[in-house]
């Protein structure tokens, strides 16, 4: 006699018709389809290999991320995303994205005074699911770049995880990475320092989408000093910061 208790019922599903009825059978229909597309997005981006992509053509997607926190592993919470399409060195100012999130928990008050999205705004946005399957439809098969991204690549490799037990599989360039190789001497690598110092305007801190966009000025900057050493691919690209 078959076995019909939940995990039963997914793995006969699953057996007589993927993973897409299975996944169905235990969430609504809706967070199944984008948990599905989640899946198939990144298996997709594991099959392309990127060394070879000119740099001055490399099609990116600056992004950023404000969270409740520091650490996705002990509550914190994704509550906005943003990102901006870069075209080698040009930033794409009409193709963005932004989205708050809604992380079912309290957003600490510093937090709110830093970010400006208050707990509120936050309980009318859509779920982490939701928006997680947006932005990465966005991203498409691009490559990430973003300040810092350690802070980054944990909360989305924990909300890929929660969400649709993947792994982020794009390829995350940092900033900071790049800023070393090219300034090895310079001590203050924040973003507000880097900023200052290619005099490109500070706009609205610890917003997502406005942070995507300074920090796409600044990669553009650095795309012209890169292109000035006669690097060429991301290939090169990548050697060069394994130094670093």
Known sequence: MKDMRPAGRM???????????AL???????????????RSMLKEQRKDSLFEIP??????????????????????????????????????NNHTFYSMVNPKRKIPDEIVN???????MAADAPELIGVLSDFLEFVGQR???AHATGHDKNFLNSALWRTSKVSLSHR???????AKWLMPKRKNL?????????????????HALDDSLMTAQLWSRFMEE??????????????????H
């Open 143 to 145: 490559i990430l770049v």
């Open 172 to 178: 995350v360039l940092d900033t900071i990475m790049i």
């Open 226 to 243: 890169i292109k000035s050493r006669n690097v060429d691919t991301l290939g090169d690209l990548y050697a060069l910061l394994s130094h």
């Open 24 to 38: 169905t059978s235990m969430f609504d229909v809706q967070s199944a389809q984008q948990m599905a597309f989640i």
């Open 11 to 21: 793995w006969h599903l699953y057996k007589m018709g993927g993973l897409t009825p």
């Open 114 to 120: 830093l970010t400006g999205i208050t707990n509120e």
């Open 190 to 206: 924040s973003l507000d320092s880097l900023l200052h110092a290619y005099d490109i305007p500070v706009t609205n801190r610890h």
């Open 55 to 92: 740099l001055h053509s490399m099609e990116i997607v600056v992004f950023d991320l404000e969270t409740t926190g520091f650490s996705p592993y002990n509550g914190d919470e994704i509550i906005s995303f943003g990102g901006v399409s870069v075209i080698g060195g040009e930033v794409q």
